[in-house]
């Protein structure tokens, strides 16, 4: 089976800055596409960045500029660096990642649990 660990997030001021960590554990042959997405109360998920493998990258809009997506291949760990915060950004975090596993080599949609990030005006 495979997990998806999020962590790093919290409650901080607006201006200020998060790092949010999702790490990939399990039986994995492979990892193409990690991303990030949030849900905001009342809201549907909604895209906030990927980064394929070989270090590709897409932004919603409203987040270029502000966020930085990476990842550690070593490590099967996708970041989001998150600066300038806004309270509309107040939402839950959700790590998801296409994986292909030992067993099945055809690539699956995986989410984490999610982690709450919080910023007060």
């Known amino acids: 089976q495979v997990q998806l660990v999020e962590s790093g997030g919290g409650l901080v001021q607006a201006g200020g800055s998060l790092r949010l960590s999702c790490a990939a554990s399990g039986s994995i042959f492979s990892i193409n596409v990690m991303g990030w997405y949030r849900q905001a109360p009342g809201k549907q998920r909604e895209l906030v960045a990927v980064i394929t493998s070989g270090g590709s990258t897409n932004y919603a809009d409203s987040e270029k500029g502000r966020f930085t997506i990476s990842r550690d291949n070593a490590k099967n760990t996708v970041y989001l660096q998150m600066n300038s915060l806004k309270p509309e950004d107040t939402a839950v975090y959700y790590c998801?990642?296409?994986?292909?596993?030992?067993?099945?080599?055809?690539?699956?949609?995986?989410w984490g649990q999610g982690t709450q990030v919080t910023v007060s005006s």
């Open positions: 998801h990642a296409l994986i292909a596993t030992m067993t099945l080599r055809v690539p699956h949609g995986y």
